[in-house]
Structures are given as C-alpha cells and as structure tokens.
C-alpha cells in the first residue's frame, strides 16, 4: 500500500493521456488501475488499494473471483452475444434463481443494460399497467442518468439544469424521505407521520391524481443513505394502494445480500409490485432487469415497447456470469455474512465516530454504511469539503473510498473477511486523523463527482 502517494513517470504519463483523450469523471488524484484481486485493486506502479466501492457497488464476489474467471473464459469460447429476440440457457437460468428469491409472484425478469433503463422499463411497466399518468419519486432519491431516469432523480438537482424539456416535471420528485437525522422534526416516529401526511398531500395537489407508480429505493443510497422505518415504508405501501398505483422498489444499490438480507426491502416486511435491480447484481457486466408479477408482465406486453428488448439485454456471457455469482451468493450465505460483519463494522465505525467529531452520524445496514461529514455535530452542517479530504487521505491509506458531497461510503465487496475489515478499519481512521489534521490535499470537490458538482453540498 503507498504510504503517500507518488507515482511512476509512466503513471502520471497515462493519466495525462487520460485527461486528454477521455471525457469522464475523475477522483483527484488520476489514479490509472490495472488490476483487481479480491478486494484489492492495484495501481500501475503495483500499488495496492482495498476496493471500497466494489467497483461501481458491483462486485459482489470482489475482483478476479476464480469462479467466474473459469465461467467467463468458458463462455469467451463459446457464446458471448445474441440477439435479444431469442434467448438462451443461462438467461433462462439466471431469471429462475431471481424468482426463488423473490417473496410472492414476483418471477418474470425483463432483463435490460443499466440500472437507468431497468427503471424505465419499470416506469413503462407501471404506466402501462395502470393507465396512471404520474410517477413519484422521492426527494434524494436517485435512478440513473438516462433522462426519464433523471427525472425521478432529485439527488444532484444540479445535473438536471438545462435539460429542460428532455426531463418531466420535477413534481414527480414528490415522496418525502425518512430522513431521521436532517428532519426538522426529532422524534423519528413524529416525522414518519409527518412525512408520509406531506407525501399524501404533494401527490394530491402536484400530480394529476392518476398515479401510475411511486419509485424508491428502500434504502436510499445516494442520498445520505437514508434508512426508514417499517412504519413508514409500510405506510408507502398503503399510499400506493390509496392511489392504486404499483411500488417499484428501486434495488440497484443494494442487493444482493450487501444488507444483511438478499434484498433489501425484506428488512421492512413489504412486498413491491415491480423490483429493479443493476449494480450488485450484475458481477460487473451490464446486465440489470426489472422484476414483475406474471400479472404485471401480461398486462403490459405489447404495451408501450414492453417487453423492453434492445441490442445488448440477456446476452449469454453476461447472464452465465451473474448466474454462477447468485450461485455463490446463495451458496456461500453471503447474506449471513454480511448481518454478521454488519454487526462488527457497525460497533467500530461507532467508536470511530466517537473519537472524530467532524463525523455527525454513520447509517446503513449490514457492509453497506456511510459516514455523514459534519462541520460540528450541533448544526450538522454538511461538511463537503473535510469528507473529500478524508477521501484523498484514504489512498494514502490504500483504501479507494467513494465520497460523494458530505458523504463517505464504505461498500466493500460483500465477501471480505474479518481479518480484512479490521484491517480496513484502522486504516480509515488513519485517514479521518489525516484530514483533520488538515494534511495537504491536491483534490477539488467539484471535480469529484456529477452528483456534488454545482451544489453546495447537502
Ligand atoms: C439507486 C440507483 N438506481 C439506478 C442507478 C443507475 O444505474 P446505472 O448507472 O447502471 O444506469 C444507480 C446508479 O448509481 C443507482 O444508484
């Protein structure tokens, strides 16, 4: 692990290309990667860093599994891409080992690319099923980049300005969130009453009062990771009925297992009408899909371009690889383990946050947590500024980390070991001591992410 960071002339010559010749979002310092193994990623120069983003929240089984290297050489050699109007075993396969997870009639997979058209294809699902007109999202909510996606987004508003008529009305964003520690209510259960009256209101005076769907993610991630109750995510439920309208959870983030259950909603004791899922799901190849009832799926075909098709959906490679990474989820009980290390890490992080006072609070559930940055812990103002630091200092630590505005993740592939969380731990504390101390940081907040530029983050 690189104790400071300083690389290689060829390091910093691919980085300048980089910036060159490729049009992306970049994490100062441009570190250039080239390798992963577990929950390692390695550096050009051969330095090594834990991966605490999973990749992008993908890598379920960490990098390099050896299983999945065997499926993938296997399937490189035999069959990588089709078209989607025909199917094949392992799609076919993969959707059968989904339902047997799923509570209810919750069986038929759609498959689709990104977790943005998973969305969409849930959006059309519950428009076409409905006749509903508005789909209402929550406020820090957030569902992808494509632009029905983004409309439902309202977490880095600022990515939306100038879109204009490419995005719906932002009244969609109109659910308001449990969001416990910001509310300016103390007593969470009040605000779960609070909030789900505000929410009953906006969708009756913001919509056209013919609601197709409410969407959110149980657990919403981006922003702020905002963890509800039972009650009120049951009372969501219940509003969704009022309405008639479906609930499409919104999964991409946290299934599978990283939660301490398969899915996360099954913490909450509500069943969805149509769950969508990407990210963890997909051991890193594209390959995402939204989930519905046989009910649903027959109501819709034919309906609005449903099923949803595409060049790239259930190609075999992709779908033989997520397939044998759910085999392994299933068979090595990567969800006890994560209740389990979710217990430990939440006592350390704890600790941590008692002995660091720009940390405000740290939410999540299982291996899934995030660190609230704070300015000082009686305004709980959001401290952007002190969580990039600590993201810098992290990699001096040799842990890459995701901080987003105020917010630190801390998303491990879902099969590191305790020995490695210990590890992990003590390094990110270092970091935290680092950035408080106010060490030299070569970093820019507004370069660091779509979601915190133009904003000041909240
Ligand atoms: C909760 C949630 N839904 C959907 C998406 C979109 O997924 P994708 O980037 O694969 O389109 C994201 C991406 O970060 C997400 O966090």
Redesign the pocket.
């Known amino acids: 692990m690189p104790s400071e960071l300083s690389f290689s002339n060829r390091h910093k010559d691919l980085a300048a290309r980089d910036r060159e010749y490729v049009l992306g979002w970049r994490f100062n310092p441009g570190i250039v990667f080239e390798r992963g193994e577990g929950v390692r990623l390695f550096d050009v120069d051969g330095n090594a860093y834990y991966d605490m983003s999973a990749g992008?929240?993908s890598l379920t089984l960490g990098h390099a599994h050896p299983e999945l290297v065997e499926v993938i050489r296997d399937m490189a050699d035999r069959f990588t891409h089709q078209s989607s109007w025909y199917t094949n075993p392992w799609a076919i396969e993969f959707a059968e080992l989904i339902a047997t997870t799923m509570p209810g009639e919750l069986k038929m997979t759609n498959f689709a690319v990104?977790?943005?058209?998973?969305?969409e294809i849930a959006m059309r699902m519950a428009l076409a099923a409905t006749d509903g007109f508005d789909i209402c999202s929550m406020v820090r909510?957030?569902?992808?980049?494509?632009l029905a996606?983004e409309s439902m987004t309202s977490v880095g508003g600022a990515r939306r300005r100038g879109l204009g008529p490419l995005t719906l009305p932002a009244r969609a964003n109109c659910i308001v969130p449990a969001f416990y520690y910001r509310a300016p209510i103390d007593d969470a259960e009040q605000w779960d009453e609070v909030s789900l009256q505000l929410t009953e209101e906006l969708i009756e005076y913001t919509t056209s009062q013919q609601v197709a769907a409410l969407m959110l993610?149980p657990i919403?991630?981006?922003g702020g990771m905002i963890v509800p109750s039972k009650r009120w995510l049951r009372g969501i439920r219940e509003i969704a009925d009022r309405w008639g309208a479906l609930l499409i959870f919104?999964e991409?983030?946290?299934a599978p297992a990283r939660t301490g259950k398969f899915w996360s909603f099954e913490h909450y004791d509500v069943v969805p009408d149509i769950v969508?899922f990407?990210?963890g799901m997909t051991a890193g190849f594209?390959n995402?899909g939204a989930i519905t009832t046989p009910e649903i799926a027959e109501k819709t075909r034919g309906a609005l371009g449903l099923p949803w098709s595409g060049t790239y959906p259930q190609d075999p490679l992709p779908c033989a690889v997520g397939l044998k990474q759910l085999e392994i989820v299933l068979r090595d009980d990567l969800t006890g383990h994560a209740e389990r290390e979710g217990v430990f890490i939440g006592e350390r992080l704890s600790q941590i946050q008692a002995r660091h006072d720009c940390i405000g609070d740290v939410r999540g559930k299982g291996l899934y947590r995030m660190l609230d940055i704070v300015k000082d812990r009686a305004s709980k103002e959001p401290d952007a500024q002190m969580a990039e630091h600590i993201r810098f200092h992290a990699l001096a630590e040799g842990l890459l980390l995701i901080a987003v505005k105020n917010y630190v993740r801390f998303c491990p592939p879902t099969i590191v070991t305790r020995a490695e969380l210990d590890d992990i731990l003590g390094r990110l504390e270092a970091a935290i001591t680092r950035a408080e101390a106010g060490g030299p940081v070569a970093t820019d907040i507004a370069a660091s992410s779509s979601l915190a530029a133009n904003s000041a983050a909240r």
């Open positions: 992008m929240m990104t977790g943005s058209e998973a969305n909510g957030l569902h992808g980049g494509s996606a993610e919403a991630v981006p919104d991409c983030q946290l969508t990407g990210k594209a995402c």
